[in-house]
């Protein structure tokens, strides 16, 4: 089947939104489209979603927001509420006030967002109550419970050792038939090439957006000198990843948001 035209995209758009409280931020609806795309007759596969137009965009996201702005020049729906980033919904529904998710304009490229997040994670530190300063060096297992434990203070349904091809060490979703919105690699001395390849698994199927705790400053560097612009997978030391721990269990729930863009 040939990449969905514009126009196949009219009947999800619709049924997304039509059974959505208050809406959906593009990016959230069209991971749910893909997400549930069997059920609606399309068959977006791995190459579709690497294929791009001669502008550079990626044929088929350009194509779902095509049709979004065809359905809102039709008036059947309205957005994006909020600015951009905000949530589109059914025109008429009535529906409970909707709160744009707070968003951040994160850069594409790994070294660039890397750079942002320890930034952060250094301020979210000061107002940490613990920062994990002092603390014997965590264990493979610690890390991946960290990771369950800041994913359930946040509101995720999370899974450890999940997933239908590889094992990922930790997984974030909204609900829990969703697709992951976060994948988690921890790697101690393991096989680094491994990790990699299940984290470009993750943003291939499920176009979720993948962080590599690594503990060792070698396998570091190699994950930076081996991760291409635009991978989605964001290296990650382990310090950094206490320190966000630390700040989570401190209350610092919306920065938290802010910085993994879920």
Partial sequence: MAVPTSSDFEQPIM????????????????S?????????????????????????QNTVEHRFHTELQILKKKGRIEGPIGGTGGVWRVKGLTLPPV??????????????LLVEITSRA???????????????RPTHDEVVEMVKEMGQILGKVVEKEWGPIYKHDGV??????????????????????????????????????????????????????KLPPQA?????KVGDMLTLHSAVKAGNLQAMRAIFGI
Avoid at 122 to 136: F, I, N, V
Avoid at 188 to 216: H, R, Y
Wanted: proline share 9%.
């Fill in 99 to 112: 709160v744009p998710t707070p968003t951040s304009q994160s850069p594409d490229d790994p070294h660039e």
């Fill in 172 to 225: 974030w979703k909204d609900k829990p038939y969703d697709s992951p919105r976060l994948v988690v690699e921890v790697c101690d001395k393991g096989n680094l090439d491994k990790d990699i390849a299940s984290l470009s698994w993750a943003v291939q199927n499920w176009l979720a957006k993948c962080i590599l705790v690594t503990f060792e400053d070698a396998d570091f560097q190699a994950a930076k000198n």
């Fill in 122 to 136: 250094g301020k979210l530190a000061e107002l940490a109550k613990k920062t994990g300063e002092g603390k014997p």
């Fill in 15 to 30: 049924a997304e939104l039509g059974t959505t409280q208050g809406g959906l931020p593009s990016r959230d609806l069209f």
């Fill in 232 to 236: 989605q997978i964001y290296p990650l």
């Fill in 32 to 56: 749910r489209i893909v997400a549930k795309q069997q059920n609606y007759g399309l068959n977006i596969t791995p190459q579709d979603m690497r294929q791009t137009d001669p502008s550079g």
